[in-house]
């Protein structure tokens, strides 16, 4: 059970958490985006290329000095645009449950790689004292008890520098108790400036929830958010 002031306790199943099934990483085949992110790029690339002009727009570290925690698949998008960017490898963590896409991913790519959720990451990170520049939490599930959790470490233990980026992609279904269309979108972006405040942080900028939805052929309607901090 994971309870944060302000917010209803939220439960979730460890065991399919530890599998991996609670939430799921996003496909590694592209599609044309729709919705808020239109254009001849897949979805995937245009969200990654709208994080590194963020940080570029908003960030004052060089981005050989940056430090990023990001969630990603077998495809090593995100940290590649963030090498593609200037980021070091050895300066990029990257979170996935799977042992051989773990494996996969470090090979391919030289970052540091985290086999386990994105909030085993971000305690990593914490342990070592690091403060990141740039966080992707690409969950593409619910914003649910252990994602949370994730979000409200990164902001309590501060891990975020005065002038960041925090990304997150989530699954934006409607919420059946909420006459509300994409409620899940609202909810996350409430949470997070709620999170941000509680711990001195201030959103600077961030996506509009109305305007953050894209969906993929055959798929949900997902939502990507992205939040210029200052602290």
């Known amino acids: 059970m ?17 599998k991996g099934t609670e939430w799921k990483m996003c496909s590694s085949k592209p599609s044309k985006p729709t919705d808020a992110y239109k254009g001849n790029v897949s979805r995937k690339n245009l969200q990654n290329e709208n994080l590194v002009n963020a940080y570029a727009r ?11 925690c990001v969630i990603d698949a077998e495809t090593a998008n995100s ?3 963030l090498i593609d960017a200037g980021f070091r490898p050895s300066n990029i963590t990257v979170a996935n ?9 470090r090979s391919r790519t030289g970052a ?8 085993m990451a971000l305690a990593h990170g914490a342990h070592a004292k690091h403060k990141y520049d740039v966080v992707y939490a690409d969950f593409c599930g619910m914003l649910k008890g252990t994602q ?4 409200a470490l ?3 233990a501060k891990l975020l520098k005065p002038r960041s980026v925090l990304a997150i992609t989530i699954c934006a279904r409607r919420n059946k108790s909420s006459k509300l269309s994409f409620a899940a979108a609202r909810d996350a972006h409430s949470f997070v400036k709620r999170m941000a405040k509680k711990n ?18 055959g798929k949900a309607t997902m939502s990507h958010l992205v939040f210029e901090v200052i602290h």
């Open 154 to 156: 990164l902001f309590d």
């Open 112 to 119: 540091t790689v985290k086999t386990g959720s994105f909030l």
């Open 2 to 18: 994971v309870h944060y002031e302000g917010e209803p306790i939220l439960s979730y199943d460890l065991k399919k958490h530890q």
């Open 97 to 105: 449950w799977n042992d051989s896409i773990s494996e996969s991913i």
């Open 200 to 217: 001195g942080y201030v959103i600077s900028t961030s996506t509009r929830p109305s305007k953050s939805h894209y969906t993929e052929k």
């Open 58 to 68: 908003h960030c004052k570290v060089w981005s050989s000095k940056a430090r990023a």
């Open 148 to 151: 949370r959790a994730a979000i």
């Open 79 to 81: 940290t590649r645009a």
